[in-house]
């Protein structure tokens, strides 16, 4: 079954490319509430095509999640309790025969329809949601992150039903949800309050990248993710800096204090206790990571973009961005910021601060140290509000599972290559998850690159390694059906 899908992929290759493009003209960005309904079309593009294909119950699951709504700069933020999420995608083909009297391999498949706001859009050198091929790549915004690596899921699964009799080799089921980019809160109430609907033998994530092009890849660990606000308030309202500077708190300046005090000059976090928990990699861990085709140079020059490459002595670049808890500022909010100048003491100043962590270190006890850390260091004369926005589990996945042996196994088919075993330094927090919930072993097949821009301007999927995807995850779900 599955070589005969392999087949049917590649013959219909163009087509799935021209499919793949006209759901990335959706501009599904699910953190722009002027968006809900392109997100909800991306979710009914999914399902409709879901059906066509002879996936079974398909449907829309409607979610809600918490909104923070913010007051004027006189009071607190306050949040309401929940508003309307974007929905999920869920479908099942469960007719899947038992091998040698045992039941069948259930496979559950997870992907988002969902993606990053464009800006700055005079960076792109094509319109974001106009897809465009130019040198054996496919750009758009969402083309690498997640729209075209869940697209392979769905190819794939057509693929084997077309050339399958409709059946597959394995029960699957699918959950794709449109708030990954946004802290993923509706998929993961949906995983703790009904796990009985997504029960598996093992996940399929396909939301990471390749190491390096030509060399497939596992990804067998993720940083955890806390992300906050830290809102500073001082005087009742704004006031005028020369009437009262010297004497009014200011909130800015108070941010900047506050900030300054999380890290010292070489990056080392300085919130006590924030790494007693730190589970370090192994030593055979450290020895392959070594051993990957890995230049620091290229790597600062082309990925990064800098003068020269930043983080803790002693480590080396990829146990700082895989194995390294961080933190970093995203944004100051606040005061005054149109041309010209207004000479004001804000009332009311915001931070957005993000921390990653490493396996062993978990997010309710890391926030609650960052918390009590950041109280502690507030200036005289201002008030704090320190806001957990959402958050995800750090996570490593054990090599020593069949699963992993299927998926090396059809990427050496495609490829010709052993696996490589990586972590990566995102989150992403299904993943965690799926493993504390459902108990399950979770894979993260992903084909991107790491030049894909996901996330940046000009983001792209390189064209081959989304046939050669398609066809992995073919192969994948044969060998699956052995286990």
């Given at each position: ?160 039903l077309a050339t399958g009799g409709g059946r597959l080799p394995v029960n699957i089921r699918v959950i794709v949800e449109g708030e990954e980019e946004v802290g993923g809160e509706g998929i993961a109430a949906f995983v703790r309050e009904h796990p009985e609907q997504l029960r598996a033998d093992v996940a399929l994530v396909s939301d990471s990248e390749m190491f390096a092009p030509d060399l497939p890849t596992l990804c067998v660990g993720l940083r955890g993710m806390i992300y906050t606000e830290i809102e500073a308030r001082g005087a009742r309202s704004d006031l ?244």
């Amino acid at each position: 079954m599955s070589e005969t899908a392999v087949t049917f992929a590649k013959e219909n290759g163009k087509r799935f490319v021209e499919e793949l493009k006209s759901f990335l003209r959706i501009p599904s960005i699910s953190t722009d509430p002027e968006r809900a309904a392109d997100v909800r079309r991306a979710a009914e593009f999914v399902a409709d095509e879901l059906r066509r294909i002879g996936m079974e119950n398909v449907r829309l699951l409607e979610t809600s999640t918490s909104e923070t709504v913010y007051a004027p700069s006189s009071g607190p933020a306050q949040v309401v309790a929940a508003r309307n999420g974007h929905p999920l995608v869920y479908a099942d083909h469960m007719h899947a025969v038992p091998v040698n009297g045992k039941p069948a391999t259930t496979v559950l498949l997870y992907g988002h329809y969902d993606v990053q706001p464009a800006e700055p859009m005079e960076e792109w050198k094509s319109p974001p949601f106009e897809p465009s091929e130019r040198d054996g790549n496919l750009y758009a915004r969402g083309a690498v992150d997640d729209k075209g690596q869940m697209w392979m899921h769905v190819k794939a699964l057509e693929s084997l039903l077309a050339t399958g009799g409709g059946r597959l080799p394995v029960n699957i089921r699918v959950i794709v949800e449109g708030e990954e980019e946004v802290g993923g809160e509706g998929i993961a109430a949906f995983v703790r309050e009904h796990p009985e609907q997504l029960r598996a033998d093992v996940a399929l994530v396909s939301d990471s990248e390749m190491f390096a092009p030509d060399l497939p890849t596992l990804c067998v660990g993720l940083r955890g993710m806390i992300y906050t606000e830290i809102e500073a308030r001082g005087a009742r309202s704004d006031l005028h800096s020369g009437m009262y500077g010297g004497a009014a708190p200011n909130p800015f300046v108070a941010l900047a204090q506050i900030i300054a005090q999380l890290k010292d000059a070489t990056g080392r976090i300085l919130i006590p206790h924030f790494y007693d928990r730190l589970c370090a990699p192994s030593d055979a861990e450290l020895a392959a990571w070594k051993a990957l085709p890995f230049d620091e140079e290229v790597y600062r020059e082309t990925e990064v973009g800098s003068t020269v490459l930043t983080g803790e002595p002693g480590f080396s670049v990829l146990e700082r961005t895989w194995a390294r808890p961080t933190l970093d500022v995203h944004g100051i909010a606040g005061g005054f910021t149109g041309a010209g100048a207004k000479t004001v003491i804000p009332a009311r100043a915001l931070a957005k601060v993000s921390m990653r962590l490493v396996p062993k270190m978990t997010t309710a006890e890391s926030f609650a140290l960052y918390k009590d850390y950041v109280e502690a260091i507030c200036p005289a004369g201002i008030t704090l509000d320190v806001r957990l926005i959402h958050s995800g589990d750090p996570v490593v996945v054990s090599t020593d599972n069949p699963y992993v042996r299927a998926a090396t196994s059809a990427m050496y088919k495609v490829f010709g290559k052993e696996t490589v075993f990586v972590r990566g330094g995102g989150s992403i927090p299904i993943v965690g998850d799926f493993i504390r919930e459902l108990g399950i072993p979770t894979l993260l097949m992903g084909f991107g690159l790491p030049d894909d821009n996901l996330h940046a301007p000009n983001e792209k999927f390189h064209l081959a390694n989304f046939h050669r995807g398609i066809e992995s995850i073919v192969l994948f779900l044969g060998s699956a059906a052995e286990v």
